[in-house]
């Protein structure tokens, strides 16, 4: 075909080739790795700010009685049920005495009979008196002997001290008798205050040992929730600070109360500051003692100040700021932050002034040499594909139409290979989202993300300590189907120590809408990719979550879109069990006597509280202070931690090397396969076209076409099929995608690599339509 | 067997007589059991001897008109007749020209950039013989080419073939039992039993 002119029919083949080629270099521009970021901006805003602090806590009861015997007995009656409201003096119940009476009827006796004995002695010492005054007389007289009055007197002595003996039985008597009845009064079980019933813990015939409590009071007008906040973010919690409590059986009504005290030990192991909070006024209905409240603080409004959406709040290296946007590239600026309040606006203190306009969301991390694309909201929304281009091709004839049926044969291949990238890229994005430069796991495992993991949770505190360590925080990863309206998506759930954004490894390094968490429970970061919107609501567990910022492309190892929620909601959702075991957890430890021992009333609650609170973490995330370096400090907590630790490179080289080998093995076949199918398609395709042409062939070779110009002829056709499917398939790769479940990611490399693989196969699926045409017999075209 | 440049001879027989064979024998598409044949001074066979390259002897030297005129789909009407040219190595605009002359000399210029799908039966076969004659060759070989045709494009057809031997001094051997045709040759050659026979034809005048 050498020499050819170009006819309409060519002109025609490139007035869509060409537009075919323009959007494969479009695509490659603007899509992928070589696409700039579409980010949002946002101008810094100079407003008031009321600040808020969230926590959450149980309602308790301020006093509460525990009524039970001082002495064992057997309940004999029981008056009240609980939730039952009870005067004060008012007789709740009777202990059955047993031989309690028998004891006073013999402490009544002994009385008795030590009452008359105190009479007797009390003649024998008149007697002896009067004899003794007698005798004293006679004695005066010389009537008789010094030694009969002595024995007188002595015998008065003897009776004086029987009757003081007789004085004293009596009284111990006395006292005994008293005892008696005391302790037999002490079997009714009396109301100390006006209150209600809690709890009935036993039925009457039941034997109760003394300090046992039968019945618990609480005084209504004495309950308060007991909260808790997270110590990093309980700055400005004072007494007497406004409140609005929010019961978990009346969601969306707050009811108003007040900070009565901020409680003088904290809670060393969860770290939260404690505070008892009071209603304004007694709830009606009165809430279950125990039940979970959501109480949050309002503080001390700041005047107007410049403020930001901390979903702008990114870290570049150590610093922490923002990025703006100057002359089109981006510019990292530090900026010191103040307040901010649970609707994610920070007070900027230093660094930014108002109108300042800084990229707020961004689909992906920025670096200062990022290419960046100004949209004016939501960057993750993607535009919807024109089918233009597709209809156009397909208007083409056969020979187009075959190239897009290779094409999209040859988009599967691109995409199977973009999929083992992503897996590749999904690992990368899951390390570096981290913001980790060490991952310290269970001592032996490769955690957290290739196998379970378990780390006390204040074992960073150590790690803080250790040299070279600018920053480590805790860290849960959980892998659990979460609902989403009545349907379920599989999810990553990652728990994410408090702290400061940008500053606390762990937390989503940037978003694309909404903004970070600033309660420490119940709130949500979802990937995009699960489908959440801002405002859903999250099922975890018993709990539910509010989606309040969204992010792009943070997603675990095997591609699951991730959701951050707080560290301490993460732990329970891990470790808790659902209520039905929660309960039979509960009779198991109850019927275990050594647990329940009646004696010990506190205990068995102990016991029970311990077996519901967890107090590990999956691994702890550690972010190195400038000039250290990460095996060096590795090594030092490996040594001296006992735990196993795991830099970057490791750490990459468990993901791609062990967790995702076998896929990408899979995938490696199915690339085998699909090439080979590809091939064969390829071979089939071009010998139809070849077969359809063997008389037009017949006569080219009469009229004496070389055999190389024939050849020629065919691979250009073969080729041009590779080129078409190419561009096919790299469009429809590119377009379909983002629709994919897993991350696909379609990177240059394999592009060239596809491209040139096509060409190979191409040119060898040719070779059978070539050898065909070179056997045609020029004859056939003059038949006969 | 003997034909002279400018003449239009005919090769006739009854079916399977070995008028094809012949045929592609003459047109170097098949090599000869026996004898010799010569195209103007150049020995092209000599009892099993023959020229290497038979496929430029084909491409250069002889031109050929099916049946069916077997155009190429996919190229317009000029293009397919400038393509023999276009192989032999003539520029592309002087390869157009002589194709568009013999469009012309055939009157289907009109029809210069269609589609062979957009042309008639009759005009097909014109481009077909347009392409034939585009190299100049000594010899045309044509293989039923009124065969399709009716009387009077079978006809219109023979004496393009008649007019294009006196101009181009062609030599051209049609294969045809067209009944309407035969008339119109003045030499013939007939397979008869495996023989050949020459004989004189009517030469009916074509107008």
């Known amino acids: 075909m050498k020499g050819l002119p170009i006819s309409g029919r060519t002109l025609a083949v490139l007035a869509v080739v060409v537009p075919l080629l323009a959007l494969l270099v479009y695509v490659a521009l603007y899509s992928g790795p070589l696409a700039p970021v579409a980010v949002t901006l946002e101008s810094v805003q100079s407003r008031p700010l009321s600040p808020a602090l969230f926590g959450i806590g149980t309602v308790e009861a301020r006093h509460s009685y525990q009524i039970g015997p001082t002495a064992t007995g057997r309940l004999e009656t029981l008056l009240v049920e609980v939730g039952d409201r009870v005067q004060a003096g008012q007789v709740l119940g009777e202990i059955d005495p047993v031989e309690l009476d028998d004891r006073v009827s013999a402490q009544e006796s002994a009385l008795k009979r030590n009452q008359a004995a105190l009479r007797e002695a009390q003649a024998r010492l008149s007697f002896a008196r009067s004899q003794a005054q007698r005798y004293e007389q006679m004695w005066e007289r010389h009537l008789i002997s010094e030694e009969a009055v002595t024995a007188k007197r002595q015998e008065l002595q003897i009776a004086q001290a029987a009757h003081a003996a007789a004085s004293e039985d009596l009284a111990r008597a006395g006292s005994d008798r008293n005892a008696a009845i005391a302790q037999r009064g002490n079997l009714t079980l009396i109301a100390p205050v006006a209150g209600i019933v809690a709890r009935r813990n036993v039925d009457p015939g039941t034997t109760v040992v003394a300090g046992q409590a039968v019945v618990e009071l609480i005084d209504p007008s004495s309950l308060w929730v007991n909260v808790r906040f997270d110590q990093i973010s309980a700055g400005g919690l004072a007494a007497g600070l406004a409140a609005d409590i929010e019961l978990r059986s009346r969601a969306g009504a707050s009811l108003p109360g007040r900070v009565l005290r901020i409680e003088p030990m904290a809670d060393a192991v969860t770290e939260e500051t404690l505070a008892k909070v009071v209603f304004a006024g007694i709830p009606e209905p009165l809430p279950p003692i125990g039940e979970l409240a959501e109480v949050t603080v309002r503080l001390p409004p700041v005047a107007t100040a410049p403020v930001l959406n901390n979903a702008a709040i990114r ?122 430069e060490l991952w310290v796991v269970q001592q032996d495992t490769l955690g957290p993300y290739a196998e379970s993991s378990s780390v006390n949770d204040d074992v960073y505190r150590s790690i803080l300590a250790m040299p070279g360590v600018a920053a480590a925080a805790n860290v849960t990863y959980l892998t659990m189907q979460v609902r989403r309206g009545q349907a379920d998506v599989r999810a990553m759930i990652v728990g994410i120590a408090p702290g400061r954004v940008g500053a606390t490894p762990g937390w989503p390094p940037y978003l694309v809408a909404g903004r970070q968490l600033t309660r420490g429970h119940f709130e949500a970061v979802a990937d995009i990719a699960t489908g959440f919107r801002l405002g859903d609501r ?143 398609i390829v071979a089939f395709i071009i010998y139809t076209l070849t077969m359809d042409k063997i008389r037009e062939i017949a006569v080219l070779k009469l009229i004496g076409t070389r055999n190389r110009t024939i050849a020629w002829m065919i691979l250009q056709q073969a080729l041009a099929l590779g080129v078409i499917g190419f561009v096919v398939g790299k469009i429809t790769a590119t377009f379909s995608a983002p629709y994919f479940p897993k991350h696909v990611l379609l990177v240059p490399q394999d592009s060239i690599a596809g491209f040139l693989a096509v060409m190979l196969i191409c040119v060898l699926a040719s070779l059978v339509a070539i050898r065909m045409a070179l056997r045609v017999d020029p004859a056939e075209a003059i038949g006969g | 067997m003997q034909v002279a440049p400018g003449e239009v001879v005919g090769l006739i027989g009854p079916s399977g007589s070995g008028k094809s064979t012949l045929l592609k024998c003459l047109g170097a598409v098949i090599d000869p059991t026996a004898g010799h044949m010569v195209l103007g001074d150049q020995v092209i066979y000599d009892n099993g001897w023959k020229v290497r390259d038979l496929r430029a002897l084909r491409r250069d030297q002889i031109g050929f008109v099916f049946q ?140």
Do not use: C
């Open chain 1, 315 to 436: 870290r570049d290296g150590e610093r922490v700021g923002v990025w703006q946007l100057v002359d089109g590239s981006p510019r990292f600026v530090e900026v010191s932050f103040g307040a901010a309040d649970l609707d994610g606006q920070v007070q900027v203190l230093d660094g930014l002034k108002e109108g300042d306009q800084v990229i707020v969301y961004s689909e992906k991390a920025i670096s200062a040499r990022s290419r960046i694309r100004v949209v004016d909201a939501d960057p993750g929304k993607r535009p919807v594909i024109s089918l233009a281009g597709r209809d156009i091709l397909h208007s083409w004839g056969k020979f187009v139409f075959t190239g897009i049926g290779l094409g999209l044969l040859i988009g599967v291949t691109l995409v199977m290979a973009g999929v083992y990238r992503g897996m590749v890229d999904d690992g990368k994005a899951l390390l570096d989202n981290s913001g980790a």
């Open chain 1, 538 to 680: 999250i099922g975890i567990r018993r709990n539910h979550y509010t989606v309040v910022g969204l992010t792009r492309r943070m997603v675990s190892s095997s591609g699951d879109p991730m959701v951050f929620i707080p560290l301490k909601d993460a732990q329970e959702a891990q470790f808790l069990k659902d209520n039905d075991a929660i309960w039979q957890s509960r009779r198991r430890t109850e019927a275990n006597p050594a647990f329940n021992r009646p004696g010990v009333p506190g205990l068995l609650q102990a016991v029970i509280d311990s077996q519901a609170a967890s107090t590990v973490v999956n691994a702890i995330l550690v972010r190195l202070e400038p000039g250290h370096a990460p095996d060096a400090v590795a090594e030092s907590i490996r040594r001296w931690k006992r735990l196993t630790v795991y830099t970057r490179t490791q750490m990459e080289g468990i993901l791609v090397g062990k967790l995702i080998a076998t896929s990408a093995r899979q995938i490696g076949m199915f690339l085998v396969i699909l090439a080979v199918v590809s091939a064969a």
């Open chain 2, 68 to 207: 069916a005129p077997y155009l190429i789909p996919f190229l317009d009407v000029t293009d397919n007749v400038a393509l023999l040219p276009m192989l032999a190595g003539v520029p592309n605009a002087a390869a157009r020209a002589r194709a568009l002359e013999l469009l012309t000399a055939l009157d289907v210029q009109h029809r210069a950039r269609a589609m062979p799908s957009q042309l008639s039966g009759g005009e097909q076969q014109r481009v077909a013989i347009a392409r034939g004659l585009v190299n100049r060759p000594p010899v045309i070989l044509a293989d039923e080419p009124t065969a399709p045709l009716d009387s009077e494009r079978a006809l219109a057809v023979m004496r393009i073939l008649n007019d294009m031997a006196r101009q181009y001094q062609t030599a051209i051997i049609v294969v045809t039992h067209d009944e309407k045709i035969i008339p119109t040759f003045k030499r013939i050659y007939h397979i008869r039993d495996g023989v050949t026979v020459e004989e004189a034809g009517e030469g009916r005048d074509l107008g």
